[in-house]
Nanobody, 123 residues
Framework: QVQPVESGGGLVQAGDSLRLSCAAS????????MGWFRQAPGKEREFVAG????????YYADSVRGRFTISRDNDKNMVYLQMSSLKPEDTAVYYC????????????????WGQGTQVTVSS
């Protein structure tokens, strides 16, 4: 099983960029699809982005497509979420998720996820 640990959150201004990192333990990292979801206060969890095992294809929520980019480094067991043109509505706790099927991440039922990292975007 892969266990993700997120880092890189913080307080930024609208229009800024921020990169989140996710370190995943486990020797089978390359066998897992990875992704990110977020949860804002008082709101339901929201899928953000997902990437397949090889890293050759990614999937994004409409709300972030064109602004966020997910990538992975299978040699380092790392996943990244590059966020640009941040908006106040992007404020949330961001979670890194792992599952052998990308679909399960998209529907917010991943096998494992981390503790989350807070991203706050001020206007």
């Amino acid at each position: 099983q892969v266990q993700p640990v997120e880092s890189g959150g913080g307080l930024v201004q609208a229009g800024d960029s921020l990169r989140l990192s996710c370190a995943a333990s486990g020797r089978t990292f390359s066998s897992y699809a990875m992704g990110w979801f977020r949860q804002a206060p008082g709101k339901e969890r929201e899928f953000v982005a997902g990437i397949i095992r090889s890293g050759s294809s990614a999937y994004y929520a409409d709300s972030v497509r064109g602004r966020f980019t997910i990538s992975r480094d299978n040699d380092k067991n790392m996943v990244y979420l590059q966020m640009s043109s941040l908006k106040p509505e992007d404020t949330a706790v961001y979670y890194c998720a792992a599952d052998q099927k990308l679909h399960n991440i998209v529907v917010l039922k991943p096998e494992s996820w981390g503790q989350g990292t807070q991203v706050t975007v001020s206007s």
